[in-house]
């Protein structure tokens, strides 16, 4: 039913929490399955430092949260928003079809992310 990949980072979360006065903050969800996912992270620069997850829903959203989070932690914004969305979709490991809808808020997590850095010419 779940892989190891969402076990782990669901069983064990690194990255839930709140940050008291995030530079950036956001949220995203699924309508469907009302799972909920509030991202705020944290800045020095260019480089996110932390970035924490609340959630709401299925053990899957709580592991893409975490798995969301441990990306983007210590990265640099422009690596981040540049990533491959075929080492996105890698990202959660074998899915079933009823978890597929993570990958899909995965995505949204990284298109918001994209959304507040990405300045258009």
């Not at 995203?28 to 800045?43: A, H, L, P």
Request: with cysteine.
């Amino acid at each position: 039913m779940y892989n190891d990949i969402i076990i782990t980072n669901f069983s064990e979360p690194e990255h839930s929490g709140e940050i008291e006065n995030p530079h950036l903050e956001f949220e995203v969800g699924n309508s469907v399955c009302g799972d909920r996912i509030k991202i705020q992270i944290e800045m020095e620069g260019e480089k996110i430092v932390r970035g924490v997850f609340r959630a709401w829903g299925c053990a899957t959203s709580v592991a893409t949260a975490n798995i969301f989070c441990s990306l983007i932690n210590g990265n640099v914004v422009e690596t981040i928003v540049n990533c491959d969305r075929s080492k996105l979709d890698k990202m959660l490991g074998d899915l079933e079809p009823s978890q597929y809808h993570c990958l899909d808020i995965l995505h949204e997590l990284h298109n918001k992310l994209k959304i507040n850095f990405v300045k258009e010419d």
